[in-house]
């Protein structure tokens, strides 16, 4: 890489979105190398049965329920003093997509979901900034480079993401050393296009079972000239047309994303205390009732757990919060 290329990645800016395991890898890895701007994205809070594999956090980070954002942030920054950390603790869609993509050379996929994906891929695409397609679950993973104007695109080889319910981190496990080992791929193809070498990216569609030992890596199909992304440049998940209040990673859990409508937490744990359990730090409110428990964000979004039901989720959230 070079003094030449460490300086490149010094004046370099990176978004990760989704700071799970993948993403907690990735974020790792870049402040180690000194990359100099790290734009982390995620919308939930640190869990117990996170620690099993997202690298960052610890048990203190659990106990508080820390939004994953802040919290790696933190870790981050006792990894690395000299660069910009920026935590955003926010869900990517399709309103908020161009602030906080902004700006970004490289986008980092640590996603656990394919709408998320596909904004990506269309934010990417438009923008003309490159990104790096990862996924794990159980013992598997897949790692796909995206250089729009060069490879193809997420849409020129799975035009639309897979039907009906997929397994997922939450309902089928994941075993840690996959998703480093796919974060690994994609962190170094990242530094190779950070540090000026674009061109010797890996034009790969790598598939690995860490359990099996298998592993697959095909070269990268073609663009397709009748992709609706790249060829045709229609950009329907960022023009919004797809995003609805989300059933999070099939864990008995409903994310509630109205408008963002910032929420005053103090006030409103003082009002809930009357109702149920609360408990609430600068960044999230949480408030237990009945068998449910609501995550509140201080940007008006809520995580409801104990239902799997959008509209009872959504009435929890119009009965407590409002709106
Ligand atoms: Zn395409």
Redesign the pocket.
């Given at each position: 890489m070079g003094v030449a290329g460490q300086q490149r990645l010094a004046q370099a800016s990176v978004a990760i979105v989704g700071c799970g395991a993948l993403g907690t890898y990735h974020a790792a890895a870049l402040a180690r190398a000194g990359v100099g701007r790290l734009r982390i994205i995620d919308r939930d809070y640190v869990e117990w049965n996170n620690l099993q594999r997202q690298w960052l956090y610890d048990e203190t980070d659990a106990e508080e329920a820390l939004p994953k954002a802040v919290a790696a942030a933190r870790a981050l920054r006792r990894v690395n003093s000299s660069i910009i950390i920026e935590p955003e603790v926010a869900d990517l869609t399709p309103r908020n997509a161009a602030d906080l993509l902004e700006d970004a050379d490289l986008i980092l996929d640590g996603t656990d979901n394919f709408e998320t994906r596909y904004l990506v891929n269309d934010y990417a695409?438009q923008q003309r900034v490159p990104w790096i397609y990862g996924a794990a679950v159980g013992s598997y993973g897949i790692v796909m480079p995206v250089l729009p104007g060069d490879t193809?695109?997420?849409?020129?080889v799975y035009p639309d993401p897979p039907a009906g319910t997929q397994p997922t981190c939450e309902t089928a496990g994941v075993l840690a050393t996959i998703t480093t080992l796919i974060g690994s791929l994609q962190v170094t193809a990242a530094l190779q296009i950070l540090s000026g070498h674009a061109d010797q990216v890996p034009r790969r569609l790598t598939t690995i079972d860490v359990w099996t030992g298998a592993l697959r890596s095909i070269a990268q199909p073609a663009?397709?000239s009748d992709?609706?992304?790249?060829?045709k440049r229609q950009f329907p998940w960022l023009e919004g047309g797809h995003r609805a209040p989300i059933s999070l990673c099939g864990r008995n859990a409903v994310q509630i994303h109205l408008q963002d409508r910032p929420v005053d937490l103090t006030a409103l744990a003082a009002t809930l205390a009357e109702f149920g359990s609360v408990r609430a730090n600068e960044f999230a409110l949480r408030f237990l009732i009945d068998s449910y428990e609501m995550t509140i964000f201080a940007d008006g979004r809520a995580i409801v757990k104990g239902t799997t039901e959008p509209g009872v989720a959504r009435s929890l959230y119009a009965k407590y919060v409002g709106g």
């Open positions: 695409v193809a695109c997420l849409r020129c663009r397709d992709c609706p992304c790249c060829a």
